[in-house]
């Protein structure tokens, strides 16, 4: 793996110097796309158990999942970059013995996708239309995790629905911090990564430097949220939720230690907090 990295940096060091904008457009496509993983024997249960249904979108069906009672409370469930559904099932099966209806989906470019590629404004459409399908005329909570929590904000600030609760098992904050890291990790130019930043603007539709969750919170109805986060998280620094708790109200913040970015999925205490969290 060291020695893969060690040339791709070296590939777009060369493509950032010789051509800035190729470079720029190579990196946002390398930046888009998705490292599927086996879905895990724990995760299995999950689809096996799940009422499947679909949502037709331009480039590929969602494929979705429903748990527990019909005319129970809503809950939808969204996975992080990289993952699954079947990634909270731990959740799912947990809020459907306690009656309430769970709604879940893989993201576009996700577990058994055609496409390896997608983004933010693609999955932000396609959460967006698995609401719509739904048609909730109440206020639902939503659980998310990682990536899953900041698309989950850039959701919900186009919409009129009303949260009830939101937990985010981890989030980042700004967008511009994301890219910033990946520039860094690949080697990329200023110039290439300003060639970038541009196309992103561009799908996007919104200037990357305005976007972060704590923004797009203000923007939406909701109760309360809860933060969770591991205190030494190597995947999304601790600093994130830090930044969200600071700048919104009705936000608590859960801090663990030693839980990981991933293993909290399957953590007891973080699912009993999430329980006791959306009960009361």
């Not at 979705?64 to 990634?87: K, M, Q, R």
């Not at 910033?180 to 080697?187: M, S």
């Not at 300003?194 to 992103?200: A, E, R, T």
Request: contains cysteine; proline residues 3%; charged residues 30%.
């Amino acid at each position: 793996m060291k020695y893969y990295l060690k040339i791709l940096k070296f590939y777009y060091k060369i493509i950032s110097f010789l051509s800035p904008k190729l470079g720029g457009k190579l990196a946002f496509k390398l930046f888009q796309k998705v490292r599927k993983k086996d879905i895990s024997k724990r995760e299995i249960s999950f689809y096996e158990k799940a009422r499947h249904f679909r949502i037709p979108l331009p480039k590929e069906d969602l494929h979705c999942y429903e748990f527990g009672n019909p005319t129970g409370e809503l809950i939808f469930l969204v996975h992080g970059w990289d993952s699954n559904a079947g990634s909270l099932s731990k959740f799912a099966f947990e809020l459907e013995e306690r009656n309430y209806r769970v709604i879940s989906f893989d993201l576009p470019g996700h577990a058994n996708s055609k496409s390896e590629y997608t983004n933010l404004y693609e999955c932000k459409e396609a959460f967006k239309k698995l609401i719509q399908f739904i048609n909730p005329q109440e206020p639902f909570t939503i659980i998310s995790h990682s990536f899953g929590s900041a698309m989950t904000a850039y959701t919900l600030a186009e919409t009129n629905y009303t949260i009830d609760k939101f937990v985010f098992l981890t989030t980042p904050n700004s967008l511009l911090d994301i890219f910033t890291n990946f520039k860094n990790f690949v080697g990329i130019t200023d110039k290439t990564f300003s060639f970038m930043l541009s196309k992103v603007n561009k799908l996007l539709k919104e200037d990357v430097h305005d976007i972060s969750v704590e923004e797009k919170l203000k923007h939406i109805s909701f109760t309360k949220l809860l933060l969770v986060h591991d205190k030494k998280d190597k995947i999304l620094p601790y600093r994130n939720s830090e930044e969200v708790l600071k700048s919104t109200n009705n936000t608590e913040l859960k801090s663990y230690e030693r839980i990981g970015h991933y293993r909290m999925l399957w953590n007891d205490d973080v699912l009993e907090d999430t329980m006791d969290f959306i009960k009361n």
